[in-house]
């Protein structure tokens, strides 16, 4: 276990929606689990005119619904003292001077964590009054929430200005996708067994599927969602981060750059898309209404907050290719969607046929490696095996490990994880500039290709797996997504 550090942990955005349903439940999980230095402190900040018991109930009522788990009154008593309330204008220097002293009449040791939960565009303002009353000193971190810009450009403007106040090993960029144990999990497969890595290539993978899928539509976040679409908020973060710990090359070690340096090669080695690739390797969708249950739920047209002419993404799948001597030749297909028939994220690896067919079997298939990170934790691996009685026939089982089951030990959400790991300095989990500029590098040529309208929007019914259009894009290379396998 790690040192507990003493921090004082300031959250911009406190108000916010990822503040109340994320943030402050997974830190009072760290602090039930003892994990929290007993006098660490959180500080809320935003601009609502509160005092601190008026900001504790709002906390009250938004966010003790969100936790799940090991609640009780007493824990949830001893979690909200470490809570204080600073209201701030992001324009207003005197506001960030009182901030400072709060903060200041702290030990210099401590170390300061500046969470932004907040619009992209006050990243810079924002860090330059911080850095005004000397809050970006060594101990302090500045942690940057999703999405970070709309495309490279964008995205390398917040940066350039947050390295005007901060130096980058002071920067945390969240992907909570690197937060959730299946995921690191997959290094520990990759590179602590013996049997997986020699398979991990071309010659026995004949191709990969990345999927995100999820039940919620957009919900109460149509505003947001509406100018991001399924490209922004999923591909170019969460699916290529998935994406690098499924495909890089092993690490000389598992220390914060050796990792990132590895992430950084792969998305780099991704082959670029042109705009015949994106026409034909890209597919962009929009669930419809359709009927559940006997009842119509709506399409995304139809949602809140949604302009009725709205040609947003709810759903991408792309096939892509990596030029290295691992990977040339597979297919690697990445898909996301909201409004699936079912809440997914896995990655399933595809081997190739076995030479020998000595076997008979009408059941007989590949191999097929499948990691489950989400709903359930697990890893699943179909072989053949001979089917009892007389006769050669296989038939296919899965060789199976539900890690909640297998492993015991405390399993912490996402949030928490990264949470804790910015308290303790620990870099790892966070994306290096270059690597997610490198992703954004990559995306780009779809975003050109859909803003100039190049290549068709379909459609979906709400809660299937997908549009037709997607299903061809396998079928033309002989695979099928996993739900149909
Ligand atoms: C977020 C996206 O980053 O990830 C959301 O903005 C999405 O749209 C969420 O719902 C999915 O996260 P998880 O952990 O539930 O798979």
């Known amino acids: ?30 602090h039930v689990a003892g994990l929290l230095h007993p ?39 001893s979690f909200i003292k470490r809570i204080t309330y600073v209201s701030l204008n992001v324009n207003r220097p005197e506001d960030f001077k009182v901030l400072a002293d709060t903060v200041k009449a702290r030990r210099e040791t401590d170390n300061i964590v500046i969470y932004l939960s907040t619009a992209p565009k006050f990243f ?73 890595e020699p398979l991990w290539n071309n010659k026995y993978i004949k191709s990969v599927q990345l999927t995100i899928a999820e039940e919620l539509g957009v919900e109460e976040r149509g505003e947001f969602y509406d100018i991001t679409g399924a490209l922004r908020d999923m591909v170019q973060n969460h699916l290529i981060q998935m994406l690098c710990m499924t495909a890089m090359e092993p690490p000389a ?28 390797n890209v597919i962009r969708a929009q669930y419809t209404e359709a009927e559940k249950d006997g009842q119509t739920v709506n399409g995304y047209l139809q949602e809140h907050n949604i302009p009725a ?27 996301t969607g909201k409004r699936m028939a079912g809440k997914v994220a896995e990655i399933v690896l595809n081997f190739r046929d076995a030479a020998n067919h000595i076997f008979d079997g009408s059941q007989k298939a590949p191999n097929r490696l499948v990691i489950e990170l989400q709903p359930n934790e697990s890893i699943r691996l179909y072989t053949q095996l001979k089917m009892p009685g007389s006769g050669n026939h296989v038939g ?83 695979d099928k997504w996993h739900e149909e396998q």
């Open 396 to 478: 296919q089982a899965a060789l199976s490990v539900n890690m909640a089951e297998a492993l015991e030990g405390r399993r912490a959400e996402a949030y928490e994880r990264l949470l804790l790991d910015v308290i303790n300095g620990k870099l790892a989990l966070f994306n290096r500039r270059d690597e997610l500029e490198a992703a954004w590098a990559w995306v780009m040529p779809i975003m050109e290709s859909w803003a100039a309208n190049k290549t068709t929007l379909h459609g979906y019914p709400a809660y299937s797996w997908g549009p037709e259009a997607a299903r061809e894009l396998l079928a033309r290379n002989g």
């Open 124 to 196: 810079e303002p924002t860090c330059e009054q911080l850095a005004a009353v000397g809050l970006n000193a060594e101990n302090v971190r500045v942690v940057l929430e999703k999405p970070l810009g709309t495309d490279l450009q964008s995205s390398q403007e917040i940066n350039n200005g947050v390295a005007r106040f901060f130096k980058e090993d002071q920067i945390y960029r969240i992907d909570h996708y690197l937060g959730k144990e299946s995921l690191q999990n997959l290094l520990a497969l990759r590179f602590a067994n013996v049997m997986f």
């Open 253 to 280: 070690s598992l220390d914060a750059d050796a990792v990132r340096d590895e992430k950084l090669k792969l998305i780099q080695s991704l082959k670029p898309l042109t705009t015949a690739d994106v026409a034909e």
């Open 309 to 335: 002419d709205s040609r947003t993404e709810t759903y991408v799948a792309v096939k892509a290719e990596i030029n290295n001597q691992r990977w040339a030749g597979v297919p690697f297909y990445l898909r």
């Open 1 to 30: 276990m790690d040192k507990q550090i003493n921090f004082d942990f300031v959250l911009f955005g406190a108000t916010g929606d990822l503040a109340m349903r994320k943030l402050l439940p997974n830190l009072y999980q760290a």
């Open 39 to 77: 006098e660490g402190r959180i500080l809320g900040v935003s601009r609502s005119d509160f005092d601190t018991a008026g900001f504790l109930a709002k906390v009250e009522t938004d966010s003790k619904i969100h936790i799940k788990k090991n609640f009780s009154e007493a824990d949830w008593a």
